[in-house]
């Protein structure tokens, strides 16, 4: 498959070029070779944008369809995205790097949003509240209006959807800014909603950068809410240029740095294999990426030794090769991520597997790197205090449960973590004393989108997933009836 040369902005129900026609390049992470380019949004895109979304907010299109028509779309739309599955994941493969296999889990999960989210819209109830027998006293959950949501480039479909959906079942309007690592597949989503009939407006998509359409539309005056997903320093950006209009930035979900707790009755097996999986899936760059280990000391060796055989026996390959792991996202993060391996070299971490640029024979272009792990981790030191968002593990050692929750609890992240252990009363309390707002037991994939997912501490705040999400990108209005 070849990707189409040009993407334009999906603006009021077409397709547009940026007003000053400029693109820029899209590049394939696994042969570090442009696959296309996307139209560069800037500030009177971003405007326009924006305008086509407050229009459509007010519409008679969309205002006067029943939320049960509204579900219904986003339905249609479920099922579109279904349909043109393989090209999707293609095309999301392609700008991401990630394996095939991984491409189409996150295209059925950008799927299962849209149909959870449209089976949510004619269910979302206000309610009455007891004052006296002279008052009908009610609530109503309404639409914000127009929500802007700036995405990574780590999971595209699935963070436009989990966010974008929510947010048409209870009515509001979007424009969504895509990473520019990583915006034809969004592109493509938009284009999908047009055809399956949603009015001109409702779904909007721009392409661009961070520095010019992100910050253009987080400093918007005409958006009701925000969400962002990405690092903690843009978040802050994010939210200084929100707070000049008193905008909501809704949810903002900024990373982590996620234990894996493993105790000593823990299933080894598993136990290893989940550490060993997390830094491999998606090259380690996702927010809950179980990044720091921390094992109960009986356990270190055999875990230790288990994780390394585990990673000695992947396949690294381009998005098409079938591989367990495929390359980072850019150059600017492989750079990062090595400075990282450097870095705990020098803190005194013992590299225990890989720790190398990938560059031989096929490679030699793409962003390959092998999947790396450090033994001997202490709390303190900066590999295991901040986020690489890369494929490398730090193993941590501890020797009660007090201790674990300890070291665990010390980040300034607080998003996700996991524990094994055959002894569920410990599992409980330990999951009950987590500064997070995730904990999987035993593991067995940990994340649904019918739950809550978010931050807790410098990770964010916000939850997407879940009934949370209606809640979150509706706002309340209290009525009084003097009966
Ligand atoms: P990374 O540094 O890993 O690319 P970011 O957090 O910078 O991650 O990017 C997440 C999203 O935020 C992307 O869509 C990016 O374009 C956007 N972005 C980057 N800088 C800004 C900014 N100053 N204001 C708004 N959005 C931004």
Known sequence: MKPMDKYKLWIDGMEVEAEDGAYFSVIDPGSGEEIASAARAKSADVDRAIAAAERAFHS????????????????????????????????LSME???????????????????????????????RVVPISNDVLDYIRLEPLGVVGHIIPWNYPLDIF???????????????AKPAEDTPLSTIEIAKLSGEVGFPAGVINVISGYGKEAGVALAGHSQIQGLAFCGSIVTGKEVLRAAVENITPVVSLELGGKSPLIIFE????????????????????????????????????????????????????????????????????QLDRVMSYVRLGKSEGAELIHGGHRIETGAFAKGYFMEPTVFAGVQPGMRIVDEEIFGPVLGIMTFETEEEAIRIANGSKYGLSAEI?????????????????????????GGFGIEAPFGG??????????GWESILQYSRVKNIWVNL
């Open 60 to 91: 008679k299109a969309w205002q006067e369809l029943k939320p049960f028509e509204r579900g219904r779309l986003m339905l249609k739309l479920a099922n579109r995205i279904d349909v043109e599955k393989d090209r999707l994941a293609k095309l």
């Open 161 to 175: 959807a989990r966010g974008v959906a929510p947010c048409l079942a209870i009515g509001n309007t979007v424009v």
């Open 456 to 465: 807790v501490k410098q990770s964010g705040y916000g939850r997407e997933g």
């Open 96 to 126: 991401n790097g990630k394996p095939l296999r991984q491409s189409f889990d996150e295209v059925e999960t950008t799927v299962r949003n849209f149909e959870y989210y449209g089976g949510w819209a004619d269910k979302v109830h206000g």
């Open 420 to 444: 094994w252990t055959s002894n569920l009363s410990q599992a409980h309390r330990v999951a009950a004393q987590l500064d997070v707002s995730h904990v999987t037991i035993n593991g067995g």
């Open 265 to 332: 009755d823990a299933d080894l097996e598993e136990a290893a294999s989940s550490g060993a999986h997390s830094i491999l899936y998606n090259t380690g760059q996702s927010c809950g990426c179980l990044s720091r280990v921390l094992v109960q000391k009986k356990l270190v060796k055999p875990i230790t030794r288990r994780i390394k055989e585990i990673l000695a026996s992947v396949r690294v390959g381009k998005w098409d090769e079938d591989a367990d792991i495929g390359p980072l996202v850019s150059q600017g």
